[in-house]
Each structure stands twice: as structure tokens, then as C-alpha cells.
């Protein structure tokens, strides 16, 4: 097994558990909250203090995945699937950053999140073209 086919497949396994994690937050816990707490107020401080502790898995997990995908890039050279996969890991970010910006202040409009749904997928796929 080649370093290049290590580094690619923990780039996998991470953009699956990067996913994953806005997958549970986004059709779980927060449909959750709406339902556990009516009252908006209490509802947006619980949402930040989970937001809190995601943001200490999320934050190196989003690390180790952008030096993994700089590190494929450096090894095994900036392909297209790979070149892309890290303008959407970056837009990502962008739109991850504007929703936590946003999330503090009111709720964040849904297309946003539709959108940073959209990208994830598409981060997915990018991710396996990547490896392949």
C-alpha cells in the first residue's frame, strides 16, 4: 500500500465523517431543538452552546481534511476531481462561516443550508473521483 493510497483513502473517511456530522446536526438535532424548545430564545442558546462543542470536532476535522487534500495534491498532483473537491471544501467553509455568523443573530435562511447540503454531496463525490 503506497502513501498516496493512504493519504486518499483517509481523505474519504473524512470528508464521511465531515458529512456525516452536518447530516446529524442538520436533520436531527436541530429539528430536535425546535421540537424541545419552542421558545426561539432558549431554542438559540442551546443551539449555541452544542455549537460550542461541535465546533471543537469540526474545526480539526476540517483542518486534517484541507492538509489531507493539500498533502494528495503535493504527492500525487492537483487532478481535476482533487483541484475541485478543494474549491468546494473552501466554499464550504465560506458557507459554514456566513451560517454560524448569521446563526447568532437570527435563524439562517434555508436556503443556505439547502446549499451547504448541496455542496457536501458534491464534496462526496469529489472525494471517491479523487481516490479513484
Same mark, same amino acid.
Given at each position: %500500500?503506497?502513501?498516496? /493510497?493512504?493519504? /486518499?483513502?483517509?481523505?474519504?473517511? +473524512?470528508?464521511?465523517?465531515?458529512? @456525516?456530522?452536518?447530516? !446529524?446536526?442538520? !436533520?436531527?438535532? /436541530?429539528?430536535? &431543538?425546535? $421540537?424541545? &424548545?419552542?421558545? $426561539?430564545?432558549?431554542?438559540?442558546?442551546? #443551539?449555541?452552546?452544542?455549537?460550542?462543542?461541535?465546533?471543537?470536532?469540526?474545526?480539526?476535522? /476540517?483542518?486534517?481534511? =484541507?492538509?489531507?487534500?493539500? *498533502? +494528495?495534491? &503535493?504527492?500525487?498532483? !492537483? #487532478?481535476? *476531481?482533487? @483541484? +475541485? $473537491?478543494? *474549491? %468546494?471544501?473552501?466554499?464550504?467553509?465560506?458557507?459554514?462561516?456566513?451560517?454560524?455568523?448569521? @446563526?447568532?443573530?437570527?435563524?439562517?435562511?434555508?436556503?443556505?443550508?439547502?446549499?451547504?447540503?448541496? *455542496?457536501?454531496?458534491?464534496?462526496?463525490? =469529489?472525494?471517491?473521483?479523487?481516490?479513484?
Amino acid at each position: %500500500m503506497t502513501l498516496l /493510497s493512504v493519504v /486518499s483513502a483517509l481523505n474519504v473517511l +473524512l470528508v464521511g465523517a465531515w458529512v @456525516g456530522m452536518y447530516l !446529524f446536526t442538520t !436533520f436531527v438535532v /436541530s429539528p430536535a &431543538f425546535a $421540537e424541545l &424548545f419552542p421558545d $426561539e430564545a432558549t431554542r438559540r442558546a442551546h #443551539r449555541r452552546t452544542v455549537g460550542r462543542y461541535y465546533a471543537r470536532v469540526n474545526g480539526p476535522l /476540517s483542518l486534517l481534511l =484541507l492538509l489531507t487534500v493539500l *498533502a +494528495l495534491g &503535493f504527492i500525487g498532483g !492537483f #487532478r481535476l *476531481a482533487l @483541484g +475541485l $473537491e478543494l *474549491a %468546494m471544501l473552501l466554499l464550504i467553509a465560506g458557507l459554514v462561516a456566513g451560517h454560524m455568523r448569521r @446563526g447568532a443573530q437570527v435563524r439562517p435562511p434555508g436556503w443556505l443550508t439547502h446549499v451547504t447540503l448541496g *455542496a457536501s454531496a458534491l464534496l462526496c463525490g =469529489l472525494a471517491l473521483a479523487a481516490h479513484l
